[in-house]
């Protein structure tokens, strides 16, 4: 993943996941902004418009340095992002990266998510030769954790304090996904 390189898009029975850009921010705005839907992200609600170019921005920065991608969710007769997921934390060296998701409250509990993170996961272990996907969740974010034990996540432990993130310590679970997890699958 180099600058040079095109940006995927992934295509599911419902959903188009592509690169995000700035014509996008109104719509990041309008789910980041949701106090319900960034309640476990470790950021606070977005304000202004500016933070959604600056999420953007890391989007865009992550893929140039080859440390992640973010896809846009959109539903298919849309093309509003409705949500994102894709992987951060990329280790290149040792085949793992990070897996990360949210979508906005209007379209929860609908597969949306699942449907999405199933394809990166692919992505993930096909295109990007990873041999193993994390997940961090907070304890508290039930849904999230039934999301990735879905597509076969392994809860692996609690990590304690783990992130410094809005003024508080937050725990988290870590989960992961071998390759041979997914080829089993």
């Known amino acids: ?15 188009i996941l592509r690169q995000v850009t700035s014509d996008d921010a ?11 839907v960034m309640k476990y ?20 920065s992550i893929f140039e340095k080859g440390t992640g991608i973010r896809w846009g ?15 951060l934390n990329r ?13 906005s409250k209007e379209h929860w509990g609908k597969g949306i998510a699942s449907e999405a993170i199933k394809n990166v996961i692919c992505y993930g272990f096909e295109q990007m030769n990873l041999q193993r996907i994390e ?8 849904p999230s954790q039934k999301v990735v034990e879905r597509q076969g996540f392994i809860r692996e432990g609690l990590l304690r304090s ?4 809005c003024g508080k310590f937050d725990d988290l ?5 071998l390759k041979q997890d997914y080829q089993e699958r």
């Open 135 to 142: 997940a961090l969740i907070e304890p508290p974010n039930l």
């Open 26 to 36: 109104n719509s990041l705005l309008k789910y980041l902004s949701d106090i319900d």
């Open 41 to 60: 992200i470790g950021l606070e609600p977005f304000k202004s418009i500016d933070d959604a170019l600056d999420e953007i921005s890391w989007y865009k």
């Open 162 to 165: 783990y992130e410094y993130t």
């Open 1 to 15: 993943m180099k600058e040079a390189d095109a940006f995927p898009v992934l295509e599911t029975d419902r959903l």
């Open 91 to 103: 280790v290149a060296e040792h085949y793992r990266a990070e897996l990360g998701f949210e979508l």
């Open 173 to 177: 679970y870590m989960y992961s996904m």
């Open 73 to 87: 969710i959109s539903l298919k007769e849309q093309d509003e992002i409705i949500g994102s997921c894709g992987f």
